[in-house]
């Protein structure tokens, strides 16, 4: 196997582990010591987290000592090999400490031109595990999953996601637009999540006007990998550490949910 595919079966594996360590934290949760990142925001971080990101560390510099790791608690790890595994211990913390059960593992590589090549989103709770590697397709644990081929707003729920760091006005014109043209949305406090859900075709398509990379270059992946259509924010130069605006949707809605953004 090549290396990329190396890193494809290890990868599985460890996502599975993580959240293994995070699923035994959350049936804990009443006793974790609970802090705020930022401000007066819902940015909200525990132990598990950095327990959780400190596991997939470790792991990776076991088996890939050489690779560049960017964790959302742990910052930037320089590496040689010219490869970067984006890293999200845990996705959905505030649904996590409330017992809500949308949150996951969201693991990425960036191969040495910064493509994203390799994405696992591991929910634990539910023992489901979303993996794709470019050109290879998108699978929920074995089987080969993909984007709902429906071509109207109203044949599906639409996943939308918004953070205390924009101001509501940022969303509100989007979700006018959406509802006036008969579609519906949820949130449900976990990005990653929800961009795997639109890979398996269970939500026709997801917006949010700020991601971090870390909370969606794996979903994106997967959806791509699935037959879905996604902006190319990620393109762009600054998205690894600036992030930016995410829609991606299954493709005969795409085109109708890119008229709602300014």
């Known amino acids: 196997m090549d290396s990329i595919s190396n890193r494809y079966q290890f990868i599985q594996k460890v996502a599975v582990d993580a959240g293994k360590l995070a699923v035994a934290y959350y049936h804990q949760r009443d006793q974790l ?28 510099n076991q088996h890939f000592p050489d690779d560049a790791i960017f964790g959302e608690e742990s910052g930037f790890s320089q590496g040689a090999s010219g490869y970067t595994w984006v890293v999200d211990p845990i996705d959905g913390t505030s649904a996590f400490i409330f017992g809500l059960a949308s949150w996951c593992v969201s693991i990425a590589l960036l191969d040495k031109q910064k493509n994203t090549v390799i ?6 709770v539910h023992n489901e595990l979303f993996h794709a590697m470019k050109d290879h397709g998108t699978y929920l644990n074995n089987t080969s999953v993909k984007v709902n081929p429906v071509s109207s707003l109203n044949a599906g729920l639409l996943g939308v996601g918004i953070s205390t760091r924009m101001p509501p006005e940022t969303i509100i014109p989007f979700l006018d637009k959406l509802l006036h043209a008969n579609g519906m949305f949820v949130r449900n406090g976990s ?29 994106l992946l997967l959806i791509q990998e699935a037959g879905g259509t996604t902006n190319n924010s990620v393109s762009h130069p600054d998205f690894l550490t600036k992030g930016g605006c995410v829609l991606a949707s299954s493709p005969d809605v795409y085109q109708q949910l890119a008229t709602f953004l300014p």
């Open 33 to 60: 010591n609970i802090e705020k990142k930022h401000g007066d925001g819902q940015d909200l971080v525990t132990v598990a987290d950095k327990k959780t990101e400190d596991f997939i560390r470790e792991q990776i």
């Open 119 to 124: 994405a696992a989103v591991y929910d634990a």
């Open 191 to 219: 990005a990653a999540l929800m961009l795997a859900y639109v890979a398996a075709g269970r939500l026709i398509g997801y917006f949010e006007p700020h991601l971090n990379s870390w909370d969606c270059l794996a979903g």
